[in-house]
Each structure stands twice: as structure tokens, then as C-alpha cells.
């Protein structure tokens, strides 16, 4: 069996995504933009044995104390796995170790709602948060519009009525006021800092993602009203980031966005559009806005695993006596929570 720490120029890496269904969170490219956002190394783990393969992408930080731990890059890129249980089980041991073997302690994982396997139990704990909403786009538009809420199609219909347009901006020629406006919005629902994305993130997007990211804006009396970022790759397209101008909130021009990408993306011939979840997976106005456009339903769960329970055990205590290190269902790993970083000593 081979199990190796991959940098994003490494073949084997490239060579894997050739051979395995994946999205563009497991492109070296974009694993290396968000590690680079988020202060850490770009890797992935990945195991070969008889031909079989799993593929995990990481951005790993030091920790303190000597330590580190991995997460996944922003989004759901999970794990990639090409072969039966029995490799996968064996597989993450191994990953396991090698990790353990480059002082990792802990692990955090996003599974990928459409093309994540269940992971065995021996991989560590998975939390279910709740669920995604995705379209099947082997639908005919006519089915496709039946699952559209009444309320959607009343608004879709409304926007078209008073000559409101949506396109692919091409050229990229309204990139700047989408920042602008991706910027009010995260203010505006009091997103973490970690969303508020400098400048130099969104061109880093385009050249790590290149012709597979387009960007999709609905225009009223010649001003973008809304705006998003879809990505493209291998028949899935991803609804990544998008924001909508105060200015033009009631108009909800986003349900026609949607609309117009679902159609776009169904006649370029890929198989699904996925739209995400509410706010940490939960069933809340943001995913009831997304199910209005399907029925289609997926799982979103995360993977948590402690590698070396007494450094981990250390580390949390270090940060937080009172707080408990057994805990693995809330915030992860907890020495990077809010609490932990309140309390830590600067």
C-alpha cells in the first residue's frame, strides 16, 4: 500500500482527478488558493493499494505547541474513493497514521453531498447537520418548472413581466460591482470575518478555476441587481457565492438567477445543480428559498477525527480547562473555537 502527503504539483494528484469523479473543491488549484486564504499548506493525502484509491484534500495549519491539524478547503470537497469498503477501511487507517506520523492531531472533514461514500466508522465520527437541495437537470424544463414553488414561479414570472434580464457575464465586466455587492451582503447577514474575502481572493478564483467558474447576473434597468459564481466541473455545477444589491431586495431577483442557471447549466448537458443548504446545514429561510427550486435532497454531514487524544486533550485544556476535549459533535477542534480563542492567551 502507498500513502502520501501530495503538494498540488504532484502528478499522482492530477492523474487521480483524470481517473475519478470529482468536483472543483478537489482541484490542486483551488486547494491551494484557500490554503493560501487561510494560512496553511495545501496537501492531500492520498493511498493507493491494487489499483484502488482514495484522495483527501486538506489545508493543514500548525496548531501550537508543536502540533497541527487539517481541515477541509472552504466548501465540500470530502473524500475521493475509487475502490470496494474493504480498501476504505484499510485506507483511512493507513491515512491515519501517516497524518499521525506528521503531528496532526486532529482532522475536520466536509463530506461532498453528491459524491461522498459513507465513511466507514472506523474513519472517526460523522455529524449530520442536516441537508443540500440539488437539481436533477436530466429533468425536461417543464418538470423542472413543476418543482418550482408556486410563490418561485409567481416571482420568476413577475421579473420577466417587467423586462428584469439575466445572463453569463463573459467577459467578467461586472466582477467588480458582484465584490461590492458580495461584500454588502455578508455584512448585512453578520457573516464572520473569514467571508469577507479581500480583492486579491476572487481574481485567485479565476485563474485556479479558469473557464470552468462563470459568473451569472441578473441586471434591472441596466444595474446588476444580483449576482453568482457557478462553478463547472465534470457534469456537477456548484452554486458557490453569490450576493443581491439592498437596493433591490424586494424585486428577489435571485429566484431568477437561479431559474436562468438552471436552464443554462441543463442545455450545456451537465447533471446536476447543486444549490447547498441553510446556514450550517440547518432548515432554515435560506434553505427553504433553495428548495423551492427542487426536491431533490442530499445529506450534509462532517467527519471529525482525533488523531493523538492526548495532544489533543493538551492542547484543549491548554486553551480552556473547563472546556471538555470528549466533545466532538460541536465546534471542532474545539482549541479553534470561539470560546477557545476568547480565553487563549494572545
Not at 23 to 35: E, G, I, R
Not at 328 to 337: A, I, N, Q, S, T
Amino acid at each position: 500500500m502507498r500513502v502520501a502527503l501530495l503538494a498540488p504539483d504532484a502528478a499522482v494528484w492530477h492523474d487521480t482527478l483524470a481517473r475519478v469523479p470529482h468536483d472543483f473543491y478537489h482541484l490542486p488549484s483551488y486547494v491551494a488558493l484557500s490554503a493560501a486564504h487561510e494560512g496553511g499548506e495545501a496537501r492531500a493525502v492520498y493511498v493507493e493499494d491494487g489499483g484502488c484509491r482514495l484522495l483527501l484534500p486538506l489545508v493543514i495549519r500548525e496548531a501550537g505547541d508543536g502540533i497541527r491539524d487539517g481541515t477541509s478547503p472552504y466548501g465540500y470537497p470530502g473524500s475521493l474513493v475509487s475502490g470496494p469498503p474493504a480498501f476504505a477501511r484499510r485506507a483511512w487507517a493507513a491515512l491515519h497514521e501517516r497524518l499521525r506520523a506528521d503531528r496532526l492531531v486532529a482532522l475536520f472533514v466536509r463530506l461532498h453531498p453528491l459524491l461522498d461514500p459513507e465513511p466507514p466508522e472506523s474513519a472517526g465520527l460523522v455529524v449530520e447537520h442536516g441537508e443540500t437541495v440539488s437539481v436533477d437537470l436530466a429533468q425536461s424544463p417543464e418538470e423542472l418548472w413543476r418543482q418550482t414553488a408556486s410563490g418561485h414561479r409567481n416571482e420568476i414570472n413577475r421579473s420577466r413581466r417587467a423586462g428584469h434580464t439575466a445572463s453569463i457575464d463573459e467577459r467578467w465586466e461586472r466582477l467588480s460591482a458582484f465584490v461590492r455587492l458580495y461584500r454588502a451582503t455578508m455584512q448585512r447577514r453578520g457573516a464572520a470575518a473569514s467571508y469577507l474575502f479581500p480583492d486579491a481572493y476572487f481574481e485567485g478564483l479565476r485563474e485556479a478555476l479558469g473557464d470552468r467558474m462563470r459568473l451569472a447576473v441578473v441586471e434591472i434597468g441596466g444595474v446588476v441587481a444580483a449576482a453568482g459564481l457557478f462553478v463547472e466541473t465534470a457534469g456537477i455545477v456548484q452554486y458557490h457565492l453569490s450576493a443581491t444589491d439592498d437596493a433591490f431586495v424586494r424585486e428577489r431577483p435571485t429566484k431568477l438567477l437561479l431559474h436562468f442557471v438552471r436552464g443554462w447549466a441543463k442545455e450545456r448537458g451537465n447533471r446536476r445543480l447543486h444549490l447547498g443548504g441553510g446556514l450550517g446545514g440547518r432548515p432554515d429561510a435560506l434553505f427553504r428559498f433553495k428548495a423551492g427550486f427542487s426536491h431533490a435532497r442530499h445529506p450534509f454531514r462532517t467527519l471529525r477525527v482525533v488523531l493523538d487524544a492526548a495532544a489533543y486533550e493538551a492542547r484543549v485544556r491548554a486553551c480552556d480547562p473547563a472546556l471538555d476535549p470528549a466533545r466532538l459533535d460541536g465546534f471542532f477542534p474545539l482549541y479553534r473555537g470561539p470560546i477557545a480563542a476568547a480565553t487563549a492567551h494572545p
